[in-house]
Structures are given as C-alpha cells and as structure tokens.
C-alpha cells in the first residue's frame, strides 16, 4: 500500500503517500512514524477525509462532493503510537479507489 516515502538526510520518514482500493475490511498504514496530519481520498464517491494530529482519536473531518463539511466523531481514522494509522472500513469501503498522504 506504501507508494513513496520521502526523508530528510538523517533517514527520518517525513512524508508518505499511497493509495489502495477498498475489500470492506478495516485498512491499515505501516508509516513508520505518527503523521501530524492524514488526507485520504476517496477517488470513486468524491470524499476527502482530513486527520490533524491534536484532534480527539474519535475524530476527523469528512468533506462530501458538494462540499458539505462535518465532523466525524466515530474513530474512522486513529494515529496509533506504534507509527500506523487504523482506517475503518466504513471509511474505505468495499470497490472504492482511494489515495492518501500522511506528513
């Protein structure tokens, strides 16, 4: 699922992307490092989901096609300590394409 990794001279991962078509099943990101932000696009339905690190576990924002913006409180994207981000099925659903980047 990793497609690029960007590092700084020392080797410390600062920047990832990737992307990955949804079976139904919960996704998980092997990082590396915990992101101080997280976009996942959902390409087929037009969804972006937005993590920022500093927002409750349960929480991301969520900005439909039409541009409606809410505050998903179901924790459908969690930065995990051991460098991996959990994202929920419900999230990435089944057949869906979907491309992210995590910083």
């Known amino acids: ?5 960007s590092r700084k001279a020392n ?7 990737g992307s990955f078509t949804g079976d139904g099943t919960p996704v998980e990101l092997n990082l590396g490092f915990v992101p101080n932000r997280l976009v996942l696009i959902n390409v087929t339905d037009a969804i972006k989901h937005e993590k920022i ?3 409750t576990a349960a929480q991301h924002l969520q900005t439909l096609a039409a541009g409606t913006q809410s505050v998903v409180a179901t924790s459908q994207i969690v ?15 089944n057949a869906k394409v979907c491309v992210w980047y995590a910083d």
């Open 1 to 5: 699922m990793l497609a690029s990794v």
């Open 11 to 17: 080797g410390v991962a600062r920047g990832c992307t």
């Open 53 to 55: 690190n500093g927002m």
């Open 79 to 93: 930065f995990n300590s051991n460098g991996t981000v959990s994202i929920a099925a419900a999230t990435a659903p």
